[in-house]
């Protein structure tokens, strides 16, 4: 149902409303607070729609190519502000969209073909008007570099989304076998408790987990009955079984944990080089700071060392699935004994 002007509610509902739960930290930091009064007032005062302001935003990353393009540091200065202010209109489409339920499926592509467009355009822009002002042909590879990292992260991303997907189904599939004559509850995932309760104490509830994993092969669940209810909060339903498909990765890195259940108290997601940062330190920091080169160099292999780094973590989760298969193999076996 689509909201009229006065089913607007006030800034700290819209914020719940529009603000997702786990975000790149410049969109937290640097947007939000910008963005989502934008997205109210607008909701108020004006019919604009969602598909608008994709639109005004990749008016706007035009624009900013054409800045770019002259090469000049002055111009350099205007296009990287243009690029901000066009990404913030590129954040405010899917924030009025769900303030006001106008979302749809076309909006969303849109949204995303006008986002590698724009992404594509600067790149070609900025490394063009750079190698006229110096001739260095480096700037020719690094617009090739920016095209190919933006298109390699959203394929990576897909990609990770896809076999994680499946890895979940076919676990709850088995699980869905294994305790339908049980008539028990289905199971939960222990990244999906720790992204929802960031304020859970990471160590303890990792030790409880441990202990779960034990009692549980032993055929006692209590243990997962109380770590559930200190993540979930009390259960209403039979106890679930608590599967970890980072249990690798979180032995491997107990630091991580802490980091992570910080950053998530601020809504800052611990990929902390994704796409968005990539860009800004591409098409904002580099021109701003008249060093377009440096600035590309060292945001691309940042970009690459987290990719590395999530590609790694699915490497883990990979065994840990393996792991888990075959522990509901051991006891099929095991029950028709």
């Not at 590609?311 to 522990?327: A, E, G, Q, V």
């Amino acid at each position: 149902m689509r909201s009229t002007r006065r089913d607007i509610p006030h800034l700290a509902e819209v914020r719940r409303i529009t603000e997702k739960k786990r975000d790149a930290w410049w969109t937290v930091l640097l947007v939000d607070p910008v963005a989502t009064p934008l997205v109210r007032q607008l909701a108020l005062r004006t019919r604009v729609t969602p598909n608008q302001i994709t639109w005004g935003a990749f008016l706007l990353g035009l624009a900013s190519a054409a800045c770019f393009a002259l090469g000049d540091w002055r111009w350099l200065v205007a296009g990287a502000v243009i690029y901000h202010v066009s990404f913030i209109f590129d954040c405010m489409d899917g924030k009025l969209a769900r303030l006001t339920g106008q979302g749809s499926v076309f909006g969303a592509w849109l949204d995303f073909v006008f986002d590698r467009i724009r992404v594509a355009v600067c790149a070609v822009a900025l490394m063009g008007g750079q190698y006229e002002r110096t001739g260095e042909t480096l700037y020719i590879w690094l617009a090739l570099a920016v095209v190919g990292l933006d298109t390699l992260r959203y394929i990576n991303s897909l990609e990770i989304f896809k076999i994680r997907h499946t890895m979940r189904k076919q676990i709850k599939s088995r699980m869905r076998e294994a305790r339908r004559a049980e008539n028990q509850a289905e199971l939960s995932f222990m990244e999906d408790l720790l992204r929802d309760n960031p304020e859970a104490d990471i160590e303890q509830d990792m030790t409880r987990a441990e202990e779960a994993a034990n009692a549980a092969a032993k055929g006692d669940e209590t243990a997962e009955e109380a770590l559930v209810e200190t993540l979930a909060g009390p259960v209403a339903v039979a106890p679930a079984r608590v599967i970890d498909l980072q249990q690798e990765f979180r032995r491997r890195f107990p630091t991580y944990l802490r980091l992570r259940s910080f950053l998530l108290r601020h809504r800052i997601r611990a990929h902390l080089v994704s796409g968005i940062e990539f860009q800004m330190g591409v098409f904002m920091i580099g021109p701003l700071l008249d060093s377009v080169m440096g600035a590309t160099i060292v945001s691309g292999v940042l970009l690459l060392v987290f990719e590395l780094a999530i590609i790694y973590k699915l490497l883990l989760s990979t065994r840990d699935f393996t792991r888990t298969i075959d522990s509901f193999e051991r006891d099929a076996v095991a029950k028709a004994a």
